[in-house]
């Protein structure tokens, strides 16, 4: 067979859920510490978790959000992702995007309060 890429995006670049997907890995695989990353990558193989960064979470995020704003669950997960990288102005940006969006599924109104209590917390 085929050698398959750990891009998801390369099939299609205006696919939001192949964003998401591929920049929640990457943001997933930066938050751990250093040996659970070595022994991941032991366990699992290097691809995948050799090729995260935060810089690929924050463009796969950003732009799951640009393609699909209306998911509250982009700009929660952006704003995560930036709060990570010490960039709180914007992670509250997201925040408040997320909590602007209008729920259409049970799942969206979880996300909507997650971001309306990470607003909170980030007011002081």
């Known amino acids: ?10 099939f299609d670049p205006a696919h939001a859920g192949a964003h998401h997907v591929q920049g929640r890995l990457h ?5 751990l510490n250093r040996m659970l990353r070595f022994l991941a990558r032991k366990l699992l193989g290097g ?3 050799g090729q995260a960064s935060w810089e690929k979470a924050e463009y796969n ?4 959000a640009e393609l699909a704003p209306e998911d509250a669950v ?5 704003g995560m992702a930036l709060r990570d990288l010490d960039r709180p102005e914007e992670a509250r940006q997201a925040f408040q995007r997320a909590a602007l969006t209008v729920p259409r599924r049970a799942a969206d109104r979880r996300h909507i309060q997650r971001a309306l209590t990470l607003l909170a917390e980030s007011s002081g």
């Not at 050698?3 to 390369?10: M, V």
């Not at 995020?61 to 799951?64: G, I, K, V």
């Open 1 to 10: 067979g085929g050698r398959h890429s750990a891009d998801l995006c390369q």
């Open 27 to 31: 943001a997933a695989v930066m938050r």
């Open 74 to 78: 982009n700009h929660l997960e952006l």
């Open 61 to 64: 995020l950003r732009s799951a």
């Open 47 to 49: 691809d995948v978790l």
